[in-house]
């Protein structure tokens, strides 16, 4: 997909104007937010399990070699061919070679945040193939010529009337007065056309929520059973992922299952979870002849050894998305890469480049909210915040913004100055604004006078009121 | 594309990751031996339950996510069950089902309304018959394995799916069924899907209202015999 990280900022004064978007965006705190916390708390072991997956997803890194190719050895036994991609151009070219060797015409795909990665569909269709998207979001988004908003909920920034107005454009050959303004009517559209697609498919391809060493078997998570028609009705298989996907046995993946779909959607357990190991047997009515599975790098091994490791950790459940702050104001497009919010702004850094997403580990207030919610545990803030010091280190920035870093830092490592200055500055701000009250406008300070006026500080400095309430100097 | 630069495609990714982590002594023992023998992590108390504690959380689980539960005394009385259950549907008397032993052993001709037509499913069929290999209490969810007996386009191409399992085979962790699997296919060995499925398809991608029938059956009811 096209890269628009950089433009983070005109990204974000277009996404607060947009009316529709805010609407959509309104429903996720009583939404997917007020239904994980519900799902926690059905479940008392939910925070122990945390420490468990991360330890799992930890032990499983360490030994990501290993398990990888112990992975291969069992789902190559069973008849599947394993394709390795080093980046995104490679697993692109393998799917389409497998596409052109099977004659395809037709692919259905089932939700993959790797295949929206490597740009798949728009590789596949210069290529002369039909591409339908089958998840409800994801076709969609896909009808818009649009990408997913958020990891697990693609669609989540349009409202139903931008939908009905979609599919009555998109579906010119249904009667024009048909009802459309009930989400069931949608679905029930979505699922005649969607059907006849998979049914003619040559191609299913779909991505894995886990691999599993022990077994040589991939796993899909869906409620809508999309996935599973995708990857049963066409001849040719084609499983999309990457090598943090592994983990080493069926307990572990049973672990991380648990945690996947409460914070994900707040449900106990999604609708299906289908494990593939393989193509159809010989005495199997049904199912694929092929089976590939095309495992993709694209710069995650360098990550291994730098305090980034942590984040391959991820399961891809979008809770840390539903919690931020900054992705509820502003949605998921406005990232302007594949993966939005929290997990974004350290991921996407590394797999595009620091010069090019530098905006996205600034967008944060640091709330720590993402890494509370985070299943696998992963310090989002921190990595965030890492992020910006090597931003500082390589002299990337303005002027400006360099020299007031400086000067804090400077300040800040010396208490007494840092005291002096900061009583100082209150002192002439208290007097200066002791007439009103509060500021219209400050030098240095436009970005919040912009918009509201600044309140005049009272005169002393918290570390003094601190100092005097401990010393129980009534204020 | 040829094997050689599949070749080294595979060398530089593993070659990539290996560099990165260092080749400690002992790394390959212990990847070995978790993958021969993990002993079960955590495990949520709320399945620890005798058998009847098991079978009451199940379909409760299962009806939360709006399925059918039917409680069938024996095999003997599951033609009658399933057969009043697509009345009260109004739906057809006819469905499609696999060639599972257990489920032909079941004197169907019971009920000479019902008719069950052999093989993997077609786009008209509107009934599913399958039969679960286990059943996982903790969150109503059954566990099917694909196969002659049970073809996996049966599970998802009918608009309703009936699933029928044996309240023996009822657990009440994942691990458990796990272990059952372990014990039919041999460690290590999976048929070409297993599919765990906790109630009909369902969607919340239009306004984030929830929606069931999406692509897979719009309606499951689950059979628990004995």
Known sequence: MDVTAHAFKSNVKAALKDMQLQRALSGLPTGLVAQRTAAKAKLPEFEALRDVGRDIKDHTLAHLDLYLEAWEKKATAAGAKVHWAPTAADAREIVAGICREANARLVTKGKSMVSEEIALNAHLEAQGLEVVETDLGEYLVQIRHETPSHIIAPAIHLTEAQIEADFRRQHTHLPKDRPLDEPVQIVSEARDILREKFIKADVGITGANFLIAETGSSIIVTNEGNGDLTQSLAKVHVVVTSIDKVVPTLEDAATLLRLLARSATGQEFSVYTTFSTGPRRPEDADGPEQYHVVVLDNGRSALLDTPFREVLRCIRCGACMNHCPVYGAVGGHAYGWVYPGPIGAVLNPALIGLDEASHLPNASTFCGRCESVCPMKIPLPGLMREWRRQEFASGAGSAVGRSALKAWSYLARRPRLYHLATRLGIATLSALGRTRGAFRSLPLAGGWTRHRDLAAPQGRTFQQLWAEHKQGVPR | ?226
């Open chain 2, 1 to 226: 594309m040829s094997d050689s630069a599949a070749a080294l495609r595979r060398d530089k990714v593993l070659g990539a990751i290996r560099s990165r982590l260092g080749q400690s002594d002992g790394r390959s023992r212990t990847a070995a031996s978790r993958i021969a023998g993990q002993a079960p992590h955590l495990v949520p108390e709320r399945s620890r339950r005798d058998a009847a504690g098991l079978k009451e959380l199940f379909a409760t689980q299962l009806r939360a996510g709006n399925a059918t539960v039917v409680a069938v005394a024996s095999e003997a009385d599951l033609p009658a069950a399933v057969a009043a259950y697509l009345r009260g549907q109004n739906l057809p008397l006819a469905m499609r089902a696999g060639n599972d032993t257990w489920l032909r052993a079941i004197d169907w001709s019971r009920e000479p309304a019902l008719s069950i037509a052999e093989g993997p499913a077609v786009p008209d069929d509107e009934v599913g018959l399958t039969h679960a290999v286990a059943a996982v209490a903790e969150t109503g969810t059954l566990v099917l394995a694909s196969g002659p007996a049970n073809p996996v386009t049966v599970t998802f191409l009918p608009e309703t799916s009936i699933i029928v399992v044996r309240a023996a085979d009822l657990v009440g962790p994942y691990e458990a069924a796990f272990d059952l699997i372990r014990q039919r296919y041999g460690r290590g060995t999976m048929p070409r899907t297993l599919n765990l499925v906790s109630g009909p398809s369902r969607t919340a991608d239009v306004g984030g209202r929830l929606v069931t029938g999406a692509h897979g059956p719009r309606r499951l009811c689950v059979m628990v015999v004995g």
